[in-house]
């Protein structure tokens, strides 16, 4: 079994920057595309950041320029630099990772941390 959970997450002012982080634990054999989702109140599940196991990154328009996703292969975590927040950016952030897990490759998600951008 594989579980994810993300950390990070809370109440910053617009123009503020948040570092969230989402670690994969369990029995992990190999974790290959990473991602990041967010989900604002009467919105659906928005793809915001995703990353491949070697490491090349695409970004929602929402956040391009704005966002960075990286990760830290021999920790098993993601991380997603938010930075120029924005009321808008208020949701529940949630990681997404496919792993490969006593020989089946699955796709798993983190239970979600809440950001707020309000002043």
């Known amino acids: 079994q594989v579980q994810l959970a993300e950390s990070g997450g809370g109440l910053v002012q617009p123009g503020g920057s948040l570092r969230l982080s989402c670690v994969a634990s369990?029995?992990?054999?190999?974790?290959?595309?990473m991602r990041w989702y967010r989900q604002a109140p009467e919105n659906q599940r928005e793809l915001i950041a995703v990353i491949t196991s070697r490491g090349a990154t695409n970004y929602a328009d929402s956040v391009k320029g704005r966002f960075t996703i990286s990760r830290d292969n021999s920790k098993n975590t993601v991380y997603l630099q938010m930075s120029s927040l924005k009321p808008e950016d208020t949701a529940i952030y949630y990681c997404?990772?496919?792993?490969?897990?006593?020989?089946?490759?699955?796709?798993?998600w983190g239970q979600g941390t809440q950001v707020t951008v309000s002043s």
């Open positions: 369990g029995n992990i054999g190999s974790i290959y595309g």
């Open positions: 997404n990772a496919d792993v490969a897990s006593d020989g089946a490759r699955r796709n798993y």
